[in-house]
């Protein structure tokens, strides 16, 4: 298999070493000069496998593809973890790492739109209009809100974004569980762990196990952009290909498969 896929780190340490690890297995000076390593959102996981999958079947080589959070997979490549290229759920991320010079700041691009909703236990019937001070502190009842975690998970940051500008968030703050990424947020509520949770669309559309029972309109929160670079003072030619790759029309119907939106398309 070319894809080597390790998801859903939670801490920094435990993340980077397990990165290594995985680099190293199987590699020689061959497999080295050849793979590239991509740095990316969790909830992209799936659809970059795909477009890794397409990219090896029309000759291209190996993807190692690495997703957790987008705060997390920032701060590790600040600290020398060995990607090639990041794609980033929050743009405020891709700054920071920017700023520090560790991106070709002109290869950025914007890559992928998404949107959230509001998702629960696929047995459940609730439904709601998702406007200026729905009752969802009500829906919930006793149980809990899951999101990615406000303070550092772009998911979480659009969903509070959104229930402060719908005028609830201070009705739900004190129910909410804050998740280390949005696919660990999605499987909450797939679980039955909790009444509801706000993923990204591409997210829920994933697994049968959890139904949209309201969809956030865009104007409520920040618009979803996942931004795309490659990262500086890693040599080869590999990670060319690859990031023309992703912003080919090849690529871009995988990801719309998987409900995103391909930005390359709206120029």
Do not use: C
Request: charged letters at 20%; proline letters at 4%.
């Amino acid at each position: 298999m070319a894809i080597l896929r390790t998801s859903h780190y939670r801490f920094f340490r435990r993340a980077y070493s397990t990165v290594a690890a995985a680099l190293l297995f199987a590699s020689g000076p061959l497999a080295a000069a050849e793979r590239v390593t991509v740095f990316a959102a969790a909830s992209t996981g799936a659809a970059l496998e795909d477009v890794a999958q397409l990219y090896e079947k029309q000759g291209g080589g190996e993807v190692a593809i690495v997703t957790a959070a987008t705060s997390s997979l920032a701060r590790q490549i600040a600290a020398g973890a060995p990607a090639d290229l990041f794609l980033s759920a929050f743009p405020d991320w891709m700054d920071f790492l920017q700023e520090r010079g560790y991106t070709e700041a002109a290869t950025r691009r914007a890559l992928l739109g998404n949107s959230l909703v509001l998702v629960t236990p696929r047995g459940s019937t609730l439904n709601l209009e998702i406007e200026p001070g729905f009752p969802l502190a009500a829906a919930i009842g006793e149980s809990r809100l899951v999101m990615g975690d406000p303070d550092h998970v772009p998911a979480g940051i659009y969903g509070k974004q959104a229930l402060l500008t719908l005028g609830v968030w201070s009705d739900v703050s004190g129910r909410v569980v804050r998740a280390g990424d949005v696919v660990a947020a999605l499987a909450f509520v797939a679980r039955g762990e909790v009444a509801a949770g706000i993923v990204y669309a591409t997210d829920a559309a994933r697994t049968t196990n959890v139904r949209i029972a309201g969809r956030f309109a865009a104007d409520s929160h920040a618009p979803i952009q996942y931004d795309l670079a490659l990262i500086s003072e890693r040599a080869g030619t590999a990670k060319n290909r690859f990031f023309d790759f992703l912003l080919s029309p090849a690529a871009g119907g995988v990801f719309e498969r998987h409900g995103f939106v391909f930005l390359p398309n709206s120029d």
